[in-house]
């Protein structure tokens, strides 16, 4: 039997008639950018999260990045992060020219240990970025006292915890601002790269609509006159905003981006979320099989806090013998995935932070222990139990 990770084909042959619908219908009605269909997306995201603005953007990572600069983030400023997360957590930090400073994980979570943070806090400090790793969400409160006690912002990384809870509330309702990703293998995926900031900031939601396309026409404005004090009318472009066809586009204000969300991505997205809940809860549900299954096995089952409503983006053992049972799942056709084998502050591109071995002992010890088996909707009772079989 043969297992991936993640499957996709089996994931888009459940909703092959209705993806087939959307995306043909954005084909032939030739509005690929932006447009009504973006803006329906944006508008369910908001409904989804219960937060005031979503604003699509290229891909999760651009998302951060807008969400970081929309804050005036940049150079000289530190931004305070968990060194156990994909890449572009720090890359968003670094690429606005601001230092990520890493604080380490606790061994349960895998999330940022909120009893570290303050000790890494200086007057450069301007904002926490928490990423909910593998679908659970960091200890929000915390971060937040800490965060108002330094008048700090705080960024969601939620690009991994989509409809995933915490004390009841949103994932992505938790902070100053949160960023999604809808990279294919996230538990909402697109058919390419897709990214999400959603604020319930005016002030953050304006510029980040102004950066995502140049910096130019109506929202480039607003955002020119917000950043510089200027209060004056800002001229529209009735039905044309947001558009390809949009006349003020040729004005501009600032030195933005281009990072939009394809209407063919949004096509999708829009039939997608509406699969978001009932997903998560099959994930859980696969979760709760391998966690009674696998317990006892020599193997460290992941742990979900009981005020978090954990949404597995990925299930993650740990093991002495890592690369042993990687390698027999292997050959009895099931995939696993290792997250993550360096830690962000042993990585060569961040070497002149000047951190060594041993800075960080819980993420270093996770990056020698961790490895995902595969948790998707789609996996039947077979697979599952076919995998926890070659497991034990
Ligand atoms: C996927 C991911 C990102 C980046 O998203 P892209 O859409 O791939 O750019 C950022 N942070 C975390 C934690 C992620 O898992």
Not at 130 to 135: A, C, L, N, S
Not at 197 to 209: K, L, W
Not at 365 to 383: C, D, G, N
Request: proline letters at 3%.
């Amino acid at each position: 039997m043969n297992i991936p990770l993640i499957d996709l084909k089996a994931q888009y042959e459940s909703l092959s008639k209705e993806l087939n619908e959307a995306t043909l219908g954005i084909l032939s009605s030739a509005n690929y950018i932006m447009g009504k269909t973006v803006l329906d997306f944006e508008k369910k995201f908001v409904n989804y999260i219960g937060v005031k603005h979503a604003i699509s953007v290229g891909n999760g990572t651009d998302a951060l990045v807008l969400a970081l600069k929309a804050m005036g983030i940049g150079k000289g400023d530190e931004v305070i992060t968990t060194p156990f997360t994909f890449f572009a957590t720090a890359e968003a930090i670094s690429a606005v020219g601001a230092t990520p400073v890493f604080v380490d994980v606790e061994k349960e979570t895998f999330n940022i240990d909120v009893t570290k943070i303050e000790e890494k806090i200086n007057s450069n400090t301007k904002a926490i970025m928490p990423v909910h790793i593998f679908g659970q969400s960091a200890d929000m409160d915390e971060i937040n006292e800490i965060a108002k006690k330094h008048n700090l912002k705080v960024v969601e990384d939620a690009c991994q915890a989509i409809g995933g809870k915490y004390k009841g509330r949103n994932i992505g309702s938790l902070g100053d601002v949160a960023c999604f990703s809808f990279f294919p293998t996230k538990n909402l995926g697109c058919a390419g790269d897709g990214g999400m900031i959603v604020t319930d900031n005016d002030e953050i939601a304006t510029i980040a609509r102004a950066l995502r396309t140049h910096g130019s026409g109506e929202n480039g404005q607003k955002a020119y006159n917000l950043l510089n004090n200027i209060e004056e009318e800002v001229q529209t472009a009735e039905g044309a905003n947001d558009t390809v066809y949009n006349p003020l586009k040729y004005y501009n204000y600032l030195i933005g981006y281009n990072t939009r969300l394809d209407a063919i991505q949004a096509s999708i997205l829009n039939v997608k979320i509406n699969e978001i809940d009932n997903w998560n809860a099959k994930r859980r549900e696969i979760v709760s099989i391998y966690n009674e299954a696998l317990q006892n096995n020599d193997l460290v089952t992941p742990v979900a806090k009981d005020y978090n409503e954990h949404v597995y983006h990925m299930y993650i053992l740990q093991s002495e013998n890592r690369e042993e049972i990687i390698s027999k799942l292997k050959e009895a056709g099931i995939a696993t995935g290792v997250y993550y084998p360096v830690p962000l502050h042993l990585q060569k591109v961040y070497k002149d932070l000047g951190y060594k071995e041993g800075d960080m002992p819980v993420a270093e010890y996770l990056s020698h222990r961790t490895f995902a088996i595969p948790v998707y909707p789609e996996l039947t009772k077979e697979q599952v139990d076919y995998i926890i079989s070659k497991i034990k």
